[in-house]
T-cell receptor, first 113, second 115 residues
């Protein structure tokens, strides 16, 4: 049972343009969402998070949007840079399971020159 | 500040052999996690420790996988005997107290190939 889904395995975007990565979840208990970024041969690194009390959180070039009614979140990267090329994982948790994270399958982003 | 350390980085074994992975979390982090990431999938939590006690091992295949964190610092994950489907990257992560909304920091992982 895949509770967190990233339906696009890959995405290619030109440098300078906007990258939009999508994530859907099925478990209505989830109330905290995170994005992790992973380079080859490295572990995932935390990028940005959002609590369900908000619908938007911004950190520099990265913005995460949450649509609770649709059980959907998205990560926007503006402008995209070649160094953003990586695999992006969406993850979710809820207070009842403390720090336990449920991850999506990841989206590979390639930013081209 | 040193990050999460893992060794070995790569391991190739034959099925039915045993293998062990080691993890040293960030200094002062009470919570340690082991994840399994199969190719094309997201990380899946295998076991979570709080100091030297197990918090969650609900997804650990206990017939072949075992893990320990005897002194509440570093940890070892063992597979015995290994199966072909155990081929994956094994990621270790740590966090300060394992509280809700706390950031988890990941190590580089150990890539296991079972032939």
């Amino acid at each position: 049972d895949q509770q967190v889904k990233q339906n696009s395995p890959s995405l290619s975007v030109q440098e300078g343009r906007i990258s939009i990565l999508n994530c859907d979840y099925t478990n209505s208990m989830f109330d905290y969402f995170l994005w992790y970024k992973k380079y080859p041969a490295e572990g995932p690194t935390f990028l940005i998070s959002i609590s369900s009390i908000k619908d938007k959180n911004e950190d520099g070039r990265f913005t995460v949007f949450l649509n609770k009614s649709a059980k959907h979140l998205s990560l926007h990267i503006v402008p995209s840079q070649p160094g953003d090329s990586a695999v992006y994982f969406c993850a979710a948790s809820w207070a009842g399971t403390a720090s336990k994270l449920t991850f999506g399958t990841g989206t590979r982003l390639q930013v081209t020159l | 500040e040193a990050g999460v350390a893992q060794s070995p980085r790569y391991k190739i074994i034959e099925k039915r052999q045993s293998v062990a992975f080691w993890c040293n979390p960030i200094s002062g982090h009470a919570t340690l996690y082991w994840y399994q990431q199969i190719l094309g999938q997201g990380p899946k939590l295998l076991i979570q420790f709080q100091n030297n006690g197990v918090v969650d091992d609900s997804q650990l295949p206990k017939d072949r996988f075992s893990a320990e964190r005897l002194k509440g610092v570093d940890s070892t994950l063992k597979i015995q005997p290994a199966k072909l489907e155990d081929s994956a990257v094994y990621l270790c992560a740590s966090s300060l107290q394992g509280r809700y909304q706390e950031t988890q920091y990941f190590g580089p992982g150990t890539r296991l190939l079972v032939l």
